[in-house]
């Protein structure tokens, strides 16, 4: 697929296993944060209106 | 648990028990469809669609088994089954992923989110979604296969890909502090992710 990954010798300042695995780790870190920051954020109001309006309708035809 | 509940008949406890779960799952799927979307307004309805297709669905939902895996596969259908395209164009602007994208000298040093989220946003649809279930959802890999409707290989496959190509794509602001074309890295990058992504 890619041509160059021939040259397999360590570039200048190519990153080690441990330097990539902390890489990934705060990679991984970050991603988390990402996603928790959106879950931590409060729900907007027109959630719990749309579904307190479908259950309503479907109460009203017999559930 | 009030007393009308209490003379509700069956259906109506299990409705309200079902309502219950799945206004606490809200959260969940507002963060799953901003990593899918990524624009905040696009994810909202998204996720709204979801939940009410969640809600209408109720009555094929088994109580007791994993609401959370199940809503996200409801939101993951919805997302694939509407325009999508559009989403994501827009929000991959090439001169703002240039501008932000900067070298990487510490590798323990933190990234910054607005690099990872434009870093996410070039990866392959595939490759985000099973590295967000797994890496930031908390699924394991095998619900992560049921959600997406594949084998667990191939999301233990997808998930070590997109780590790796989120590295690369991250990693690679060096080119710019070298002097050489950034901007050229990142257009064949996008360029890749634009055809990935269409091949589906």
Same mark, same amino acid.
């Given at each position: 697929m890619i041509e160059h990954m021939a040259k397999k010798s360590p570039a200048k300042g190519a990153p080690s296993l441990d330097d990539a695995r902390l890489r990934q780790q705060a990679i991984g870190a970050k991603l988390r944060q990402m996603f928790d920051e959106v879950v931590n954020e409060p729900v907007p109001d027109e959630f719990f209106e749309i579904l307190r309006r479908a259950d309503a309708r479907g109460s009203e035809n017999g559930g | 648990?009030?007393?009308?509940?209490?003379?509700?008949?069956?259906?109506? /406890?299990? +409705?309200?028990?079902?309502?219950?779960?799945?206004?606490?799952?809200?959260?969940? #799927?507002?963060?799953?469809?901003?990593?899918?979307?990524?624009?905040?307004?696009?994810?909202?309805?998204?996720?709204?669609?979801?939940?009410?297709?969640?809600?209408?669905?109720?009555?094929?939902?088994?109580?007791?088994?994993?609401?959370?895996?199940?809503?996200?596969?409801? #939101?993951?259908?919805?997302?694939?089954?509407? /325009?999508?395209?559009?989403?994501?164009?827009?929000? #991959?602007?090439?001169?703002?992923?240039?501008?932000?994208?900067?070298?990487? +000298?510490?590798?323990?040093?933190?990234?910054?989110? +607005?690099?990872?989220?434009?870093?996410?946003?070039?990866?392959?649809?595939?490759?985000?979604?099973?590295l967000v279930l797994v890496g930031a959802g908390g699924f394991a890999y095998e619900e992560a296969a049921e959600i997406c409707g594949c084998a667990v290989g191939t999301v233990k496959s997808r998930v070590s890909r997109a780590r790796r190509a989120l590295q690369g794509i991250l990693d690679r602001g060096d080119y710019s502090r070298d002097g050489a074309a950034a901007g050229e890295a990142m257009g064949s990058i996008l360029a890749q992710a634009e055809r990935l992504s269409g091949a589906r």
């Open positions: - | 648990m009030n007393t009308t509940s209490l003379r509700a008949p069956p259906e109506a /406890k299990r +409705d309200a028990a079902f309502k219950q779960q799945l206004v606490a799952l809200i959260p969940q #799927l507002r963060a799953f469809a901003r990593t899918l979307t990524g624009d905040p307004t696009a994810a909202d309805d998204l996720a709204q669609d979801a939940m009410m297709k969640a809600w209408d669905a109720r009555a094929s939902f088994e109580m007791g088994t994993n609401m959370k895996a199940w809503t996200f596969m409801i #939101l993951r259908n919805q997302f694939y089954s509407e /325009k999508r395209r559009s989403w994501r164009q827009t929000q #991959l602007d090439q001169e703002a992923a240039e501008r932000t994208l900067v070298a990487v +000298d510490d590798p323990a040093a933190p990234v910054a989110l +607005d690099e990872l989220r434009l870093g996410l946003a070039m990866l392959p649809e595939e490759q985000r979604e099973a």
